[in-house]
């Protein structure tokens, strides 16, 4: 059994989306399982940039089976463009590409509603959404009003969709909001039907089968554990199990035939829309990482907040997710800082802390406590072994490694698809 989850470590953003693409070659399934196209997984493939919303990173490998699992929240047009999009390039996705026929619908109205109630918050209130839906979709499911992919498949789907739309136009008035054009709404998604037919499948059992063959399934994360709507910075969160528990309940596949939980996570630390970050920088520090990094969101383009690598959360990560070792990103964006400090510990209401308060009132009290390292201050963007680091990068990957209790396993230096190494001692995933 060779089945990985991969997770985010931070608050997303993290390089999942590369780290992936190196990865899928072991494996013969790549399943998304959860969240919705307000997420972004950047890969670069020689000239070739793909920023990928619903698709699973392994569409971009010849070999890989896709799976979009029924923990994910999907947007049918948005999926249609997308598709489209990597066809335009060359991509093959029919036969390659499964959608659950369990997984929820975003509707033109949950994207009204996300963006009224959004935009109706007081500033300290606001969750800082994409407004794509996505939560709005998720309360559905929870409460068991939902129209799921399968939907499509039904003679009455039309019915279906007329029904929702007078319903929520309801809740859109009493919002004081736009309305949903009930037969345009109808038109669209009937047409939209027909498009994605051959893409809809009973992916729980497609995945089972493949794993009772013994075929290598690598299950892909969005967002990171920090947006998780358990575990996460509630209620500055994500609508969905972003954690690796997440896996099972998005695709099926039970817990006992995973192997494995890479965590991704940044040589520092970014977050996108509000809520608290203790090693957050407001200065030109934070700027430079911000540059240095391209720290710009792949889904919305909105700015990313920078801060220094905080241990305390990946400490957390590791406990709450059981993370065999990390795959350490963006290690180049350190390159030219002389010093470089890590957050070991947070300082709290007077006491020193050492894991993350469930209370985001307390979190935002939180202060970090550090610890300082040299920088290399060389290039690193051309290594592609971990024996040709300079001897600092080495020591401060080793000290994040002590901090954690993790090991690293995989190194990115770079975006490219070839700014990637791995650590064979410690990374199993090629026997």
Known sequence: ?????????????????????????????????????????????????????????????????????NGVVIDPAALEKEIDEVEASGIITIGRLFVSDRAHMIMPYHCLIDSSR???????????????????????KASRVGLRIGDMLEPDFADLVAARVRENNQV??????????????VARYVALAARLKPYIADTIKLLNDADAREEAILFEGAQGVMLDLDYGTYPFVTSSSASAGGACTGSGVPPHRIAKVIGVIKAYTTRVGEGPFPTELHDESGESLRKAGN??????????????????????????????????TKMDVLDQQAKIPICVAYECDGE???????????????RPVYEEMPGWQSDTTEIERLEDLPDAAKRYMARLEELTGVPVGIVSVGPKRHSTFVIDSVCKFRT
């Open 1 to 69: 059994m060779a089945n990985t989850v991969l997770i985010g470590s931070q608050w997303g953003d993290e390089g999942k989306g590369k780290i992936i693409d190196v990865i899928a070659p072991h494996h013969q399934w790549v399943v998304r399982y959860q969240g919705g196209n307000n997420a972004g997984h950047t890969v670069e493939i020689g000239d070739q940039r793909y920023v990928l919303h619903l698709l699973p990173s392994g569409i971009l490998r010849d070999g890989c089976q896709c799976v979009i699992g």
């Open 118 to 140: 959004e935009g109706r918050a007081a500033d300290k209130e606001k969750i800082g959404t994409t407004k794509r839906g996505i939560g709005p979709t998720y309360a559905d």
């Open 172 to 185: 859109l008035a009493a919002l004081d909001a736009p309305q949903v054009d009930e037969q345009e709404c």
């Open 295 to 328: 720290e710009f969101g792949a889904t919305t383009g909105r700015p990313r907040r920078c801060g220094w690598f905080d241990a305390v959360v990946g400490r957390y990560a590791a406990m709450v997710n059981g993370i065999d070792y990390w795959a350490l």
């Open 352 to 366: 020193r802390i050492e894991t993350v308060p469930a209370s985001v009132r307390a979190y935002a009290r939180c």
